[in-house]
């Protein structure tokens, strides 16, 4: 009898390793357009997220040494106005003067620290006292005992007022943010008036 061919064995790999369906190329021509739309703003969303994040990261804090040196001639001038010893050898009108600067600093300078603290930067008792001068203390010392201590803190006043003006005029073209700018705006105005407050003219103390 003839052989009979032996039976070749069964191949099982189409469901071992089933064939995969080729992959679509995200455009292909059966993509419909309002699909491709959303594929490129997609693209260009992350492609903005990321660089929005290194963008900060080479950044970093906001820039708010202007506002430290505001801070410091706040300190300052809160310095001046808290002698209450020197201060009974002023005339009515500079006495008021120091009044009204003590009470009008003092909020400034806290309204500045809470927002430099709110954008993450703090500020040392000792960093705000840099800007003290222990030769203007010296001067107004003298100027008690030589009877020109009235002139003298004026002078004094007006001289921190400018610079204070001058300071306040440069942290608010270097701040950006909104809040940042109107608290810069509103102490701008505040050592105005202060400023022409200091330059009205001495009345003698009738005490």
Same mark, same amino acid.
């Given at each position: 009898?003839?052989s ?7 191949s099982y ?5 089933p ?6 190329p995200?455009?292909s ?6 699909v491709r ?29 202007s506002m ?12 001046? %106005?808290?002698?209450?010893n020197q201060?009974?050898? !002023?005339? =009515?009108? &500079?006495? /008021? *003067? ?19 603290q ?13 800007k ?19 002139? %003298? ?7 921190? !007022?400018? =610079?204070? &003006?001058? /300071? *306040? ?14 608290l810069?705006s ?22």
């Amino acid at each position: 009898m003839p052989s009979q061919p032996s039976p070749q064995p069964q191949s099982y790999d189409f469901i071992l390793n089933p064939q995969k369906p080729p992959r679509r190329p995200l455009f292909s021509g059966s993509a419909s357009l309002p699909v491709r739309i959303a594929i490129v703003v997609g693209g260009l969303l992350i492609l903005l997220i990321i660089f929005t994040i290194f963008k900060n990261l080479l950044a970093g804090k906001p820039k708010l040494d202007s506002m430290v040196t505001v801070a410091q001639d706040q300190q300052e001038m809160i310095h001046l %106005t808290a002698n209450n010893n020197q201060l009974q050898n !002023l005339s =009515t009108a &500079s006495q /008021d *003067l120091a009044a009204t600067a003590q009470l009008s600093l003092n909020s400034a300078q806290d309204q500045l620290i809470t927002y430099m603290q709110n954008n993450h930067f703090k500020v040392s008792a000792k960093v705000l006292n840099l800007k003290v001068s222990a030769s203007l203390d010296s001067e107004l010392n003298n100027a008690v005992a030589a009877g020109t201590f009235d002139q %003298t803190f004026q002078d004094a006043m007006k001289a921190q !007022l400018n =610079t204070y &003006s001058s /300071d *306040l005029q440069q942290a608010y073209n270097q701040i950006t943010g909104p809040k940042g700018r109107a608290l810069l705006s509103s102490d701008y105005n505040q050592a105005q008036l202060l400023l022409n407050q200091a330059s009205s003219p001495i009345e003698p103390n009738t005490n």
